[in-house]
Every structure is written in structure tokens, then in C-alpha cells.
Nanobody, 124 residues
Framework: QVQLVESGGGLVQAGGSLRLSCAAS????????MGWFRQAPGKEREFVAA????????NYADSVKGRFTISRNNAKNTVYLQMNSLKPGDTAVYYC?????????????????WGQGTQVTVSS
């Protein structure tokens, strides 16, 4: 089993920045992609960003391109999401997830393990 713990969420004003972290522990894999998703109240969970094991492949939702940056530290089994120029529309619970095929896909159904989420609230 894999445990994922997100941190770094909070309340920020529009235009501000936050950095989310997600630490993985438990069962290990030779290579795996990690992704960030978010879910706003009353909406479906949606893809935000993903990164392959080598970090050679990244994928972003159009809504966050140019504002968010995903990165990872494999020695620490941790993935990060740097969020800049935040907007009220970015308000959601943010989840990290592990995808064991290392595709860094935006397809939510391809992710095998999920964290509990961290709340991000952007005020106008």
C-alpha cells in the first residue's frame, strides 16, 4: 500500500502564491508518475498537472499553464506544485496521486493511489 500526504494548502489572496507538497511512503515502485488533481465544491475532480519519474515529461491543464509548476524530488519521494498568480477559480481541495505506469497522464482513472487532499482557498 502507498500512503500519500499533502501539505501546504491554505488561504491566499488573488495574485498570491502557494507551494503544495506531497510525500509518498509505504510500498515502492521502480518508477512512477505523480499527479495533482483538484475538486471544487459541486464539481468533478479534475486534472491539474503530472510529472514522470525522470521529470522528463510533464503535463498541465490548460487552465494552469504558465502559472503552476510541478516538480519532484525522488530521493525524498515527494512531488511539489508551485502555484503562482492564483485566482479565485483555483479554490478547491487539491489531491496528489501515484500512477504506476509512469505515463504522467491527465486521465484520473489511471491513477492508483490517492492522498486525502489539502484545501486551497483563494480570496478575491
Amino acid at each position: 500500500q502507498v500512503q500519500l500526504v499533502e501539505s501546504g494548502g491554505g488561504l491566499v489572496q488573488a495574485g498570491g502564491s502557494l507551494r503544495l507538497s506531497c510525500a509518498a511512503s509505504g510500498r515502492t515502485f521502480s518508477k512512477y508518475a505523480m499527479g495533482w488533481f483538484r475538486q471544487a465544491p459541486g464539481k468533478e475532480r479534475e486534472f491539474v498537472a503530472a510529472i514522470s519519474w525522470s521529470a522528463g515529461r510533464t503535463n498541465y491543464a490548460d487552465s494552469v499553464k504558465g502559472r503552476f509548476t510541478i516538480s519532484r524530488n525522488n530521493a525524498k519521494n515527494t512531488v511539489y506544485l508551485q502555484m503562482n498568480s492564483l485566482k479565485p477559480g483555483d479554490t478547491a481541495v487539491y489531491y496528489c496521486a501515484v500512477e504506476t505506469r509512469d505515463w504522467a497522464t491527465p486521465d484520473l482513472g489511471e491513477y492508483d493511489y490517492w492522498g486525502q487532499g489539502t484545501q486551497v482557498t483563494v480570496s478575491s
